[in-house]
């Protein structure tokens, strides 16, 4: 992966359906980019802040992002905790498309 400046490529725009998710792994950490059913991209840290479980691996619904463990969700545009166990907000991280990449400010 390539980086500009402190924006880092985390996948091709067709890469992502709207309502999906996609894992990205980048310097150690996990992070979950979602597409909303407009076509917007949007990334927050890919763990659940309740069990450290994969978040890309669960269900996108709207503009929620579900633990597929205990069923936490979280608002991948904001990473705010949206029900329990989750408790604990998400960090959430500027994204951009260039061309057909998308780009996450790390």
């Not at 091709?12 to 407009?38: N, Q, Y």
């Not at 917007?40 to 479980?53: N, P, Q, R, T, W």
């Not at 633990?67 to 991948?76: E, L, N, R, S």
């Amino acid at each position: 992966m390539t980086s500009e400046g402190n924006w880092v490529v985390a996948c091709a725009a067709d890469a992502l359906e709207p309502e999906a998710a996609l894992r990205f792994d980048h310097g150690g950490r996990t992070f979950v980019i979602a597409r909303s059913p407009e076509g917007d991209y949007f990334a927050i840290d890919g763990h659940c802040s309740h069990e450290k479980v994969h978040l890309a691996d669960g269900i996108v619904d709207g503009y929620i992002i579900e633990c597929p463990k205990h069923f936490g969700a979280f608002d991948y545009r904001t990473g705010e905790a949206r029900a329990l166990p989750a408790c604990i907000d998400l960090r959430a991280y500027e994204v951009k498309v260039k061309g057909d990449t998308v780009f996450i400010k790390i």
